[in-house]
């Protein structure tokens, strides 16, 4: 075929005129997958914040807020909000730090030890995720609870005492509930980070061994 | 140890790094996708070092594992419909001298390579580096038969496109 050997002649012709990258070029690419898994934290934790920036935004109308003075969260609304924006904005700043640090990365101890940082910083966010959220709706629920019970006139009270063993009950759906609901956050950590995390933990073990053949 | 493994990788790398250069040029159509295609090859092989016991040629060694990462590649990328650019031919160097026509028919034929599959692109990329059948064979993991019927259905095929 007079096309393909035509080809061919072209193709050999231009055997020299390829890029060429130097040693260091090349070096540093062995070590850029670790960095675009971090990258990825970094992009998903900013994507994260802003999803709950939206709900936050789409749900705070004026009857959301009505509520909040009714059971007079509205001072700890807001500075749980300030207080969650600064550590999460806080978070965001350390993936970050932590991408800049893997991609100008270019031996492996150091490699290593930035895989395991970021790692670290991925767990110390859902570990903190998941106490805020712990607290933020335990002060909830009691405020809810306390002011409600303010606010109903009820006229025979012995019919709404509990016994003991109706409080102990009580309590312990309540935390059963508590503990449903944070391994739901928690799962749904694990999903998000955590396959990214597995990616890391691998790559780390496979610089691991080649360090030491 | 693994000092002395990395370098003894990154400057066989430097040294074959057309082979590669020149699957990205086959597999994509812009200077960032070559650039990406030829990091995540880099990449490839430095995994695949370690099982590399140097019995075979480090460039036939090469071959294999850079045109199964860009064949893989692309089949993951290759869920739209692929419009192939004209002008798409990078690296491309006006002949010294310069006749249009050939020239136009070599920009028809580039083109034409791009509108294959990932595996058609594979055997053209090795007819064009010159292997025999046996060692496009043993490149691509199929039997030397195979290898002769494939390419000649690659070479109707291409006939096809140039003349429709």
Redesign the interface.
């Known amino acids: 075929m007079d096309e393909l050997e035509l080809l061919k002649k072209d193709w050999k012709k231009q055997e020299g005129n390829y890029p060429r990258l130097s040693y260091d070029q090349i070096y540093k690419m062995l070590w850029k997958k670790s960095s675009s898994i971090v990258k990825w934290i970094f992009v998903i934790s900013i994507v994260e914040f802003l999803f709950w920036t939206l709900i936050t935004v789409l749900f705070a109308d004026n009857e959301y807020w009505n509520e909040v003075e009714r059971l007079h969260l509205k001072e700890f609304t807001i500075i749980s909000y300030i207080i969650g924006y600064a550590i999460t904005f806080y978070f965001i700043y350390r993936f970050y730090r932590n991408y800049r640090k893997i991609t100008s990365t270019d031996d492996v101890s150091s490699l290593m030890k930035n895989i395991i940082n970021t790692r670290k910083t991925v767990k110390y966010y859902i570990a903190y995720v998941l106490i805020s959220t712990g607290i933020v709706s335990m002060v909830m629920t009691y405020f809810i609870f306390y002011y409600h019970s303010l606010n109903t006139t009820i006229e025979d009270v012995s019919a709404y005492t509990f016994t003991t063993t109706q409080w102990l009950l009580f309590l312990v759906v309540v935390a059963l509930i508590f503990v449903v609901f944070l391994g739901l956050v928690w799962l749904f950590y694990r999903l998000l980070y955590g396959i990214l995390l597995k990616r890391l933990h691998r790559n780390y073990k496979e610089l691991q061994k080649l360090e030491m053949e | 140890?693994?000092k002395e493994?990395?370098h003894k990788f990154?400057?066989n790398?430097?040294r074959h790094?057309?082979i590669v250069?020149?699957i990205c040029?086959i597999y994509t159509n812009d200077q960032a996708a070559h650039n990406d295609l030829?990091?995540e090859i880099?990449?490839q092989l430095?995994?695949a070092y370690?099982k590399f016991r140097g019995d075979a040629k480090f460039s036939t060694w090469m071959y294999r594992v850079a045109l199964n990462t860009a064949i893989t590649l692309y089949r993951k990328k290759k869920r739209g419909i692929q419009t192939t650019d004209y002008d798409s031919v990078h690296?491309?160097?006006e002949?010294e001298e310069y006749d249009p026509a050939?020239e136009h028919?070599?920009k028809l034929?580039?083109s034409a390579?791009k509108q294959l599959n990932d595996i058609e692109k594979a055997l053209?990329f090795l007819?064009?580096e010159?292997k025999n059948y046996k060692e496009i064979s043993e490149t691509m993991g199929i039997s030397e038969v195979n290898a002769r019927v494939k390419m000649n259905r690659v070479?109707t095929k291409?006939?096809n496109i140039?003349n429709p």
Do not use: C, G, S
């Open positions: 140890m693994k493994l990395e990154v400057t790398l430097e790094q057309n250069h020149k040029r030829f990091q880099t990449i430095w995994k370690p690296f491309r160097i002949a050939a028919q070599l034929l580039y390579v053209v007819y064009l010159d070479k291409l006939k140039l």
